[in-house]
């Protein structure tokens, strides 16, 4: 079965600073994605950024970046220049290529301090 | 262009009873699945539905059923209802079911409280 750990049920971060998300999964499958979804006070889910695993390249959108470790099975991401509307929970997801079960960590609660 | 919406938005129900969820996906999308994210936790997955028919479903029992109209608008149905379905139940839809990747648009989400 197919596991999403994040270890960090809280994080804080200063306006402006950099703060990084842990992730970690569990799979016997060489195809499958990963995705960090955001989760505001609003409820509705947002994807932030997914990441494809047969790309090595590290995916990146704007101050969103994720650092893919197949062998580790590990994806963290990264947020430059933190911003107060990014406090939410972030939630990591996986999902098999060609399968429609996505799974998801427990979340990590972001606090962003002005 | 209007995002997914799901309605109500907030329910409150006693054990025993039966529960109807519902759901409009975004424009132009076909498929629509449904999460339960108990307090506290990521959501988890219960089923998908395409082309009218359950296409996956997770481990959740029999009391969840579903249901997808012509239009692709879904119903999320929960029978006898346990203190443990209380929940915040998210619709998701995208486009094309069996696509190696299709993005999930989510909605809301329906607080239910079971009393």
């Known amino acids: 079965a197919q596991t999403v750990t994040q270890s960090q049920p809280e994080m804080s971060v200063q306006e402006a600073e950099t703060v990084t998300l842990s992730c970690t999964y569990d799979t016997s499958e060489s195809d499958y994605y990963l995705f960090w979804y955001k989760q505001p006070p609003s409820r509705q889910m947002i994807l932030v950024i997914r990441q494809e695993a047969y790309k090595q390249q590290n995916a990146t959108e704007n101050r969103f970046s994720v650092n893919f470790q197949k062998a580790a099975k590990s994806f963290s991401l990264k947020i430059s220049d933190s911003q107060l509307g990014d406090a939410a929970m972030y939630f990591c997801?996986?999902?098999?290529?060609?399968?429609?079960?996505?799974?998801f960590g427990a979340g990590t609660r972001l606090t962003v301090k002005p | 262009d209007a995002g997914v919406t799901q309605s109500p938005t907030h329910l409150i129900k006693t054990r025993g009873q039966q529960v109807t969820l519902r759901c409009s996906p975004k424009s132009g999308h076909d498929t629509v699945s449904w999460y339960q994210q108990a307090l506290g936790q990521g959501p988890q997955f219960i089923f998908q539905?395409?082309?009218?028919?359950?296409?996956q479903r997770g481990n959740f029992p029999d009391r969840f059923s579903g249901h997808q109209f012509p239009n692709y608008s879904s119903e999320l149905n929960v029978n006898a209802l346990l203190l443990g379905d209380s929940a915040l139940y998210l619709c998701a839809s995208s486009l094309v079911a069996t696509s190696s990747y299709n993005e999930q648009f989510f909605g809301p989400g329906t607080r239910l409280t079971v009393l």
């Open positions: 539905y395409y082309e009218e028919e359950e296409r």
């Open positions: 997801a996986y999902r098999r290529s060609g399968n429609n079960d996505m799974r």
